[in-house]
């Protein structure tokens, strides 16, 4: 069974982003060993310098880092772009070799460096979505590529 890692900076404030993460988790039980890391995220003043963004970037960095099992994919709008059987395709690979991945959904203000080197980066979209609603569509991106690589109707 594969080992799905989700590591995502900041807590779900709102209960509905939490109940829907937690559908997903549900769904995901008998398909995935699905775990979600939430590590704290930095604080910054209400208008921060490029630099302060950058410094809490490099923060978070050196906390998501050793975190990273399998194969990595940090969420990030320059990533490739994928579709729902790209996904299940990824999820596919990750079963042969190593048998674990990391999806990676930065805060606000995204992924340092260092963290989008460590793997491949991938994008939802060419839009910008809220990082507390990327983290419920990763989820369900996920479920659904299982979906897709049982055959089920799921996926249409």
Known sequence: MLNVRVICLGKLQEPFW?????EYQKRLGGLCRLEILQ???EKLPQNPSEAQIQGALDREARLILPKLKGAVYPLCI???QLDS???ADLLEKAMQSPGAVS???GSSHGLGEQVKAAGQGIS???M????QLAR???CEQIYRGFQILRGSPYHK
């Open 136 to 138: 419920v569509m990763l």
């Open 18 to 22: 939490q109940a829907a993460v937690g």
């Open 39 to 41: 590590l704290p995220e």
């Open 78 to 80: 320059e990533g490739r």
């Open 103 to 105: 999806f990676v959904v």
């Open 128 to 131: 910008t979505f809220p990082h």
């Open 85 to 87: 059987p790209g996904m």
């Open 124 to 126: 939802m979209s060419k």
